[in-house]
Structures are given as C-alpha cells and as structure tokens.
C-alpha cells in the first residue's frame, strides 16, 4: 500500500473555511509590517487569487490613523529662536606666585563634599578665577553665559569669573566683545558682567514657573571651548542638596554638561530659562548625565541685587540651626519632623535678644511653614536685612509666635575656639550603661570649659556610637535640662523612661559646634 498525503476536503469531519477569517484589515497591518521592510506585499483571498494589499480601503484607513499620531517634535525652532542669547566667555587671571602648598589653591574647603565629589566646568588649568596648581603663571579659563538684555548685562557663575582681570565674550555670530564685572555672589556661584559694544543684544528672558520633574531642558554652552553646543534632557529633580552651602536649591538635570558649560542656561520648551548650569557631578570629569542648575527665582532676586549695588545682603537671625529629625520630632512630642532646631542662638544676635533659646523649632516665618533647616535659611537669606518678621516657634513644648528684625548676615563667620574634643586630657570618668559611654564633669577635664560633661569613653557597640558620639564631645544638655555630672546625666534618662519616651535628646558640643542628638534609650 502506497503512503499518500491525506486530502482534508474528503472527511466527514471537514468544514470549509470561512469568509474573512483574516479580515482585510489585518492582512494590511501584516503588509505594513513587511513594507517597513522594503518588500513588496501581496495576499491571497479566500478563493487563492492574489490581492494588492496597498490598494485597499483598510490599509489606507490604517495609513490615515498613523498619520495622526504624534510624532516625535525636535528643538530646533527652539534652539533658533534662543541661542544668539547665549555666550561663551573667556578670562584670564592675573599671575600669581606660585604657593608652597597647591591645595590652598581650591575655593572648596578640604575633605568637604564639593571638593570630594564636584567638578566646576572650567578651563583646562582648572576652576576659572582661581590660580593654576603650577602657579606663577597666566591663567586662562573659559565657560558659559548668557545676554538678559539688550544693553549688554549677562549672567555667568562667580567661579567662572572670579578674579579675572579681564573678561571677554564671544557671540553666537563669532563676534568678541569686552565685558567688566559688576558684581558677584559666591554663595549662589551667581556672576553679573556688562558687555560693551552694542545696545541691541538678543536676549533670553528667565522663567517665571518653577519646572516640574520629567520636563524637557536644552543647556547651551561652550563645552571644551567649542561653543554654541546644545544638549537636550529632561529635569531629573529640584531642590538638591549638594552640600556647596545654606543656600542650595539646585535643578537636577541629565542634559550632558561637560567643563565650560558653567554659567550656561537651561531653557525649557517655551524658551526660557529655567536655571544656570554650574556643577556636575563626574568621578571622570565628563558627564554621567548628572548636572545641577542655579533655579532661575534665586538667579532673579541675587541679579537684581548685583545690577543695583554690586554684592547681596541678605538676612540674618543669628542662630546654628539643624534638621529636626523624626527621633528629634519624637523627643519634642512633635507629630511631624518640620522645622529648623536651633543649636545654638548667636550672642547678641537678633535671636538670642528676641528670646529664642537653644532647642527651639522654628515652625514658620511669616505665616509660611518651614519645611526643614535648608528653607528656613534659604527664607530667611531671602528677605532685606533691618525687615521685621515674625517667626513661630516651639519653645519648651509650648508654641509661641516671636517678633524679630531682621540683622544683616555678615560675609565671614566667626571662628570658635575647639575647648573640648581631642585637645582635652583624658580622665576616667563614670558610665553611663543605658548609653554605652563614660562621662566626666568637663570642669575636671582640662581644655573642656565648665559646662556639661565630657564623653571619656564610648562602646563602639552603643546606642552613643551609633549617633555619632566620640570622645571629647561635650554633652550641655539631657532633655532639656543642663547637666553636670554622670548622676545628672542618669536622672534625665530615668525620668524620660518613666515618661515612656523612646529617646532622649541631648545638646552636644563637638569641635566648637553645638547639636542635638536624639539617643534611642535601652529597654529595662
């Protein structure tokens, strides 16, 4: 017996196919694919006779709702319309005698996190106003800026023109022109110069909004001195941190900035510019798409100042002030971690001579609530010295709403004197078990002044150590109340136990700065 194919069609159990069971529409989906690919697509219908798939009426209506979706839009209407306004600026810096110790040549303070961890975008010879690690030499360095009107004003950032004794741009149109420095702000990085030569310069204006996260941003700078290079990315985030100051507030953006970018705006879709590129972060120094901008509301408020007296006042309540955080909020009954914990009051500040005491909160200024430390100083730094505010405050568990003027915030501060820590003579003192440590009254311990008690020991398995106690600090306070000895001590942590309280705070100085340390107590 001979093997054959099987004709389907002769058994009972045979159904013809139906009409339509790939509809005409879906073999023009299945040709729109292939023609994607450059081939030419025909079908079959049912009765095997070849169709033209791209002449029928299901493949043009699914042309014509393709056509309808939105199609990705590129910058480049934007990027017309905004980048004669920007400029690439270069300086040179007078020579300097070459210093026997090349890292007092950086603006950043040693081990801070802006010297570990940030790159400003300068010139090859490093930071831009600041002399070359050869030293005594010329130093030339290079960045970004951009016109804010027609008569010539431009912001830049202050470390790309501090120091300069001379200052030039160049324009989008290849032109350069001289430029003199009006004033700047180190603590924003803000620069203010005057460009001479023309009383017609395109513009940008600066945003009145604040931008959203995920909202798209062009930075246009002089990168590597090339000029006139835009970038696109998105706002990754606001108000960062990155430990340059009081006062940061940066927009985080992964637009690519590279060195020279600094000074360089960031513009938004409408084509304003939402903040001044003035930092990276960069283990290589080129971008990982990971870039801070100025906010263009802080670039506001400082330029005004600098274009009407040169320099920035800004307010000054006289107090070292820390997070409250959520074991802090606890030890105070607080319901929330808000607010600005006052350290320490300033002597003779406006303050300290308001009545406002060492473990206050600072709720609100005027009205608006404060958030944490960082906002209460960015308000406050916000308002004209010799202005009155009134500040609400939680004092000793109660709330109480104090008037204020407002003093003008100097430009250094004060050092203080280290009367404790590593300096003092180490002395047994007695232990605290609930903590982990062993304190001594520091008017036995010599160098540690008459107030508190000093930390002689500490279990680097403790609760102390955990917080961050080592030995020399200064413990002034235990909930609340001044402390002399180790018996002060124990009685201040019996009484917040009996209170049921899971921690107690204490008022620490360490290396001349007051704190507060919310301690977690052991059970039992």
Same mark, same amino acid.
């Given at each position: 017996m001979t093997d054959r194919p099987t004709d389907l069609s002769s058994l009972p159990s045979y159904r013809q196919p139906r009409r339509g069971l790939f509809s005409a529409r879906k073999f023009a989906l299945m040709a729109s694919v292939v023609a994607g690919l450059g081939v030419a697509a025909y079908g079959l219908s049912p009765q095997g006779a070849p169709v033209?798939?791209?002449?029928?009426?299901?493949?043009?209506?699914?042309?014509?709702?393709?056509?309808?979706?939105?199609?990705?839009?590129?910058?480049?209407?934007?990027?017309?319309?905004?980048?004669?306004?920007?400029?690439?600026?270069?300086?040179?810096?007078?020579?300097?005698?070459a210093k026997d110790d090349s890292d007092d040549d950086t603006p950043f303070q040693p081990g801070s996190p802006m010297e570990r961890f940030f790159r400003r975008f300068g010139g090859e010879n490093g930071i831009p106003g600041m002399p070359g690690r050869g030293g005594g030499r010329a130093v030339t360095g290079q960045g970004s800026g951009f016109f804010i009107s027609a008569d010539g004003y431009a912001v830049t950032n202050n470390h790309v023109v501090d120091g300069a004794n001379k200052v030039e741009v160049t324009t989008d149109d290849g032109k350069t022109y001289s430029a003199k420095v009006i004033g700047t702000d180190p603590r924003t990085d803000l620069a203010l110069i005057k460009v001479e030569g023309s009383t017609n310069f395109p513009f940008a204006k600066l945003a009145d909004g604040k931008p959203r996260i995920g909202d798209w941003v062009l930075a246009v700078g002089n990168p590597f001195g090339l000029g006139g290079t835009v970038t696109a990315g998105i706002v990754s985030a606001v108000g960062r941190d990155i430990g340059n100051g009081p006062y940061d507030d940066f927009?985080?953006?992964?637009?690519?900035?590279?060195?020279?970018?600094?000074?360089?705006?960031?513009?938004?879709?409408?084509?304003? +510019?939402?903040?001044?590129?003035?930092?990276?972060y960069s283990p290589s120094g080129g971008s990982v798409g990971i870039a801070f901008s100025i906010p263009a509301s802080t670039v506001k408020s400082v330029i005004a100042q600098l274009k009407d007296s040169g320099s920035v006042s800004r307010g000054w309540i006289g +107090?070292?002030?820390?997070?409250?955080?959520?074991?802090?909020?606890?030890?105070?009954?607080?319901?929330k971690a808000e607010g600005a914990l006052v350290a320490e009051p300033q002597a003779n500040g406006p303050a300290a001579k308001a009545g406002i005491q060492s473990g206050d909160v600072i709720?609100?200024?005027?009205?608006?609530?404060?958030?944490?430390?960082?906002?209460?100083?960015?308000?406050?730094?916000?308002?004209?010295?010799?202005?009155?505010?009134?500040?609400?405050?939680?004092?000793?568990?109660?709330?109480k709403t104090i008037n204020l003027t407002l003093g003008k915030l100097p430009n250094t501060i004060e050092a203080k004197a280290d009367t404790g820590g590593d300096n003092a003579s180490p002395t047994r003192g007695a232990d605290v078990p609930k903590l982990g440590m062993t304190v001594a009254p520091a008017s036995s311990v010599a160098g540690a002044g008459k107030d508190g008690v000093v930390v002689t020991e500490v279990d680097p398995k403790s609760a102390a150590?955990?917080?961050?106690?080592?030995?020399?600090?200064?413990?002034?306070?235990?909930?609340?109340?001044?402390?002399?000895?180790?018996?002060?001590?124990?009685?201040?942590?019996?009484?917040?136990k009996a209170d049921n309280k899971n921690s107690v705070l204490m008022? +620490?100085?360490?290396?001349?700065?007051?704190?507060?340390?919310?301690?977690?107590?052991?059970?039992?």
């Open positions: 033209d798939l791209f002449s029928t009426s299901a493949h043009a209506q699914v042309a014509n709702e393709v056509s309808k979706v939105a199609r990705p839009v590129g910058f480049a209407d934007i990027v017309e319309r905004v980048k004669p306004s920007v400029i690439s600026v270069k300086v040179n810096i007078a020579e300097k005698v927009i985080q953006i992964d637009a690519p900035v590279n060195k020279g970018n600094s000074g360089g705006p960031a513009f938004d879709v409408d084509g304003n +510019v939402v903040g001044v590129n003035t930092a990276i +107090v070292q002030i820390q997070p409250v955080t959520q074991d802090i909020a606890d030890s105070l009954g607080m319901k709720t609100a200024v005027n009205g608006e609530p404060v958030k944490d430390a960082r906002e209460l100083a960015r308000t406050i730094g916000g308002i004209a010295p010799g202005a009155s505010v009134k500040l609400n405050v939680l004092q000793k568990g109660q709330e150590a955990d917080r961050g106690f080592k030995e020399g600090d200064v413990i002034l306070e235990v909930a609340g109340k001044s402390v002399t000895s180790a018996g002060d001590v124990r009685e201040a942590i019996n009484a917040a008022r +620490v100085k360490s290396g001349g700065q007051s704190r507060f340390v919310a301690v977690p107590l052991a059970k039992g």
